[in-house]
């Protein structure tokens, strides 16, 4: 075939199929618009967004800011030092976790124990009376004890960190209001091997306490805020 017979072959293809070239470059050039229109949308979007999460972070300084600013200004107002405060959540916390952790009849007369010795506790402690009182228990012709706590493998500890808040401040005797999480439970051998969260039950124990500048706690007393208070 010489090239003067090919020209007008190929002229008599192109003009029947000249429509479906042309929409062929159309489709292909919306395609490639329409895909450069997305990519842009989208990182428009993430930049959006980026900024939404910067303003936000920025909200939340200035709200964390001024709530600070202002329980200084209640606290300075009251006379209360935050080093203070900061020392006696300590000493607090280390009160609860002596009362609520505990695993045995034993280890519950212990932490009572303990708690009169490290924090001067007295029998005649309210706390010590109605909110923790001494373990029932039988004793055989032997001296052996069986407490009521083992009988029902009952075990106790302090859960989620316990809200502590001032409640009164006079010189250098402070006042403290606390609700602490406790959780109770029992033995996975009495409950047939159950998961610990089957046997598990937490309670809210709302307790009040006075500290003064060396450390000495007082006034303390304690009511569970749902539930009955514990008889052991």
Do not use: C
């Not at 107002?77 to 020392?87: C, D, E, F, I, K």
């Not at 007369?109 to 009182?133: D, I, Q, V, W, Y």
């Amino acid at each position: 075939m010489t090239e003067q017979t090919a020209a007008p072959e190929r002229r008599g293809f192109v003009r029947p199929n000249l429509w479906v070239l042309a929409t062929a470059a159309v489709l292909s050039i919306v395609g490639t618009v329409a895909g450069v229109t997305w990519s842009s949308q989208q990182a428009a979007l993430a930049e959006q967004r980026a900024q939404i999460s910067d303003v936000e972070e920025h909200l939340a300084v200035i709200q964390k800011r001024d709530v600070e600013r202002v329980n200084a200004g209640m606290m300075a107002a009251l006379g209360v030092s935050q080093n203070r405060l900061n020392t006696d959540g300590e000493r607090i916390k280390s009160l609860l976790s002596m009362a609520f952790t505990w695993d045995s009849g034993q280890s519950y007369e212990a932490a009572r124990e303990r708690l009169k010795s490290r924090f001067g506790l007295t029998e005649n402690e309210t706390f010590l009376k109605s909110f923790m009182p001494p373990s029932r228990f039988n004793e055989d012709s032997q001296g052996r004890r069986y407490y009521y706590i083992d009988t029902i493998g009952l075990n106790s500890a302090l859960g989620e960190a316990p809200d502590i808040e001032v409640i009164d401040a006079k010189a250098d005797v402070y006042t403290y209001a606390i609700l602490a999480d406790v959780e109770a439970t029992f033995d996975a051998v009495s409950q047939n091997k159950a998961s610990k969260a089957s046997v598990t039950a937490h309670r809210r124990a709302l307790l009040f306490v006075t500290v003064d500048a060396q450390g000495k706690v007082s006034d303390l007393s304690g009511v569970p805020a749902s539930g009955e208070t514990r008889h052991s």
